[in-house]
């Protein structure tokens, strides 16, 4: 099973009143490491869209473990811990250069017909593909 591994920048206007990486800056990562995997997927977001469906997000949560801060590497990780017909439990680490775990995240996704505004079945070729990024861990809570 794989997971798809990306190294965000920390820029200086990610940077928050508190001098360490904003939270919505982990959101915004979150986003680049999902189109990252749709991609790998061999199915990137304006493919989706000209499909007639796109992904929603219904479930999100941050633990943040130690700050990153300007200057700081970043190596981040996301796979799927949980793959329904419908809906995909995504999971989401975040290292500082040292490997040290800086935060961790989920998100449940589910795809939607864009006409209707219905969920839309993950279908079996689809489902497949995204069995390669299927890891199952003991535990899927956010640590």
């Not at 996301?78 to 995240?105: I, P």
């Not at 864009?114 to 279908?123: E, N």
């Amino acid at each position: 099973m794989k997971k798809i591994v990306f190294e965000p920048q920390v820029h200086p206007f990610h940077i928050d009143f508190m001098r360490h990486v904003s939270n919505i800056v982990y959101i915004e990562w979150m986003e680049v490491g999902r189109c990252a995997l749709l991609e790998a997927v061999g199915l990137p977001v304006v493919a989706i869209a000209e499909q007639g469906f796109g992904p929603v997000l219904v479930d999100t949560v941050i633990t943040y473990k130690r700050a990153l801060v300007l200057g700081d590497t970043v190596r981040a990780e996301v796979w799927l811990s949980e793959l329904s017909h419908a809906s995909a439990w995504m999971e989401f680490r975040f290292h500082n250069g040292a490997g040290a775990m800086m935060a961790t995240g989920r998100q449940r996704g589910l795809f939607v017909e864009i006409a209707t505004g219905r969920p839309k079945r993950i279908d079996p070729n689809l489902r497949q593909r995204f069995e390669e990024y299927l890891i199952v861990e003991p535990s899927n809570s956010v640590e």
